[in-house]
């Protein structure tokens, strides 16, 4: 019998466009040689311009999704993406915290690629008591960073990402990704933070378009390669690399955002045959 693949479960809202959300997740690690768990975390309706509407399920309906498989299957690491409710925040964090040597990938998505809000006040706190303390890495993007590390009683509103790196550190988090996306430079800077702050610091060509699923994609690669067994500095660096390409080779669909290529290897494959 074949060895079994590194076994991720993920915890994610549906994307019914295929773009982002579970399936992102789930063609990034398949595509990364992961065999894919996934615990549904709520049902969107959306499409490559944004997000409509959103349906959360029940929290216990979650955590159990999760322990079911859970209690059948070794699991390699934990991704979280869109997790939909308080309820179902504190449901997940009480799962995970049953496994505290499992790496946890945090992916705090708070809005859609077209601003669409995702995420209230109160599942930011929550993320904030709850999740964060036991995330060995979450990937923010500059706009997250800042709304996750700026609270109503700081006096500094618009502190440096290093900053907010420190103080998602000092919430929990062993590790701080804050990709610069959405900053305005010539390229995207993505840096990666410790407890000792700045690990690493990587520069990418700003590619032209905008694309539904990028962080998913990044967050997911990073949790295979994890699972894969590397340490946290060079799952970075290798989920970076490959994201870059399904970036590069991204394609437009329907009327909106680019979708990223996850699996442009097989079609690089069939092209060189």
């Known amino acids: 019998m074949p060895n079994t693949p590194p076994i991720v479960l993920s915890f994610g809202a549906t994307d019914p466009s ?17 065999h894919s768990l996934s615990a549904v975390t709520a049902i969107t309706i959306q499409d490559t311009l944004g997000v409509d509407d959103m349906l959360a399920l029940d929290g216990e309906w979650v955590a159990d999704q999760a322990r079911s498989v859970l209690e059948d299957m070794p699991v390699a690491a934990f991704k979280l993406g869109l997790l939909g ?3 179902a925040i504190a449901a997940i964090a009480e ?3 049953d496994y505290p040597d499992v790496p946890l990938i945090l992916d705090p998505v708070l809005t859609s690629g077209r601003g669409d809000e995702l995420a209230s006040d109160d599942m930011i706190d929550a993320l904030r008591g709850m999740l964060i303390p036991q995330t060995t890495l979450m990937t923010p993007n500059s706009l997250e960073a800042r709304r996750l ?25 062993e590790y701080v990704l804050i990709t610069g996306t959405h900053e305005n430079t010539p390229q995207v800077i993505n840096s990666l933070y410790g407890p000792q702050g700045e690990i690493r610091n990587d520069s990418w060509q700003r590619l032209p378009g905008n694309f539904h699923g990028s962080g998913c994609t990044l967050a997911a690669a990073i949790t295979a390669s994890v699972a894969h067994g590397l340490d946290i500095a060079e799952a970075v660096q290798e989920a970076q690399e490959y994201t870059w390409q399904t970036l590069a080779a991204a394609f437009r669909p329907g009327m909106g955002q680019f979708i990223p290529d996850r699996l442009f290897w097989a079609r690089e494959e069939e092209e060189n045959d």
């Open 18 to 34: 295929g773009g982002a959300g579970l399936q992102a997740d789930l063609l990034t690690l398949a595509s990364m040689g992961c």
């Open 85 to 87: 409710s308080v309820e």
């Open 149 to 173: 590390a700026i609270n109503e009683s700081d006096d500094d509103e618009d502190p440096s990402l290093a900053e907010c790196a420190r103080r998602l550190v000092e919430m929990g988090s």
């Open 95 to 97: 799962v995970v915290a």
